[in-house]
């Protein structure tokens, strides 16, 4: 059994919605996003996730292991701990917030605009980390034997907003979103020596 939800107006970290992508230290390549919660803006999504996990876990008949059971939905201050404790750095912007990371190992996750549009592969760069987005996501369970539980497949994102954010993991921003034509300016030349001191070498000793 699966439960298919909507999860709206969240933040997307680490998008990879056009290409697999392997987690450092592991070769398991997966088309994936993490979603970021607020626990008071988006009541409504994370209430949704947290009936979904148990709809699921008791439908494959793990009502009396619910509280063993991880939830899909996790604490941004829980997961900087653990990081802290496994001599990571923690990460800012899940101070806070509730997270999702959703997968999947095979096909793409349908992404479009907010008109409903299709985003291609060419346009990869209007959706990055920080990003505002509507995420459809489908919440079941996993039989796995090396490990079962409850997790959370990808299946489509909207981008809602990608100018009133702040770039967060996986937010590199392609140039021509950073700046626009500058008018009047001279072309670009090739710079001619001049026998004045070089800045080829090893550089100044903060870089």
Not at 163 to 186: C, K, R, W, Y
């Amino acid at each position: 059994m699966s439960t298919s939800i909507r999860l709206d107006n969240v933040i997307i970290c680490y998008p990879h919605l056009f290409e697999k992508h392997a987690p450092p230290g592991t070769s398991n390549e997966k088309y994936s996003a993490e979603f970021l919660l607020d626990p008071q803006k988006n009541q409504a999504a994370c209430a949704a996730v947290d009936k979904a996990f148990r709809e699921v876990a008791i439908a494959a008949g793990k009502q009396d292991m619910l509280q063993y059971l991880q939830s899909p939905l996790k604490s941004g201050d829980q997961l900087n701990s653990a990081a802290l404790g496994k001599g990571r750095k923690s990460r800012p912007e899940l101070e806070g917030m509730m997270v999702v990371r959703a997968s999947d190992p095979s096909y793409a996750p349908a992404v479009v605009n907010a008109k409903d549009q299709p985003i291609t592969e060419a346009q990869r760069d209007m959706i990055f980390g920080g990003c505002v987005v509507n995420a459809f996501v489908d919440v079941y369970w996993s039989s796995n034997q090396a490990n079962p539980g409850v997790f959370v497949g990808l299946r489509g994102v909207q981008l809602v907003d990608n100018i009133n954010v702040t770039p967060l993991g996986g937010g590199a921003i392609a140039a021509d979103q950073m700046f626009a034509p500058v008018e009047n300016a001279p072309e670009p030349q090739q710079a001619v020596p001049t026998g004045g001191p070089s800045q080829k070498g090893e550089g100044p000793s903060w870089m």
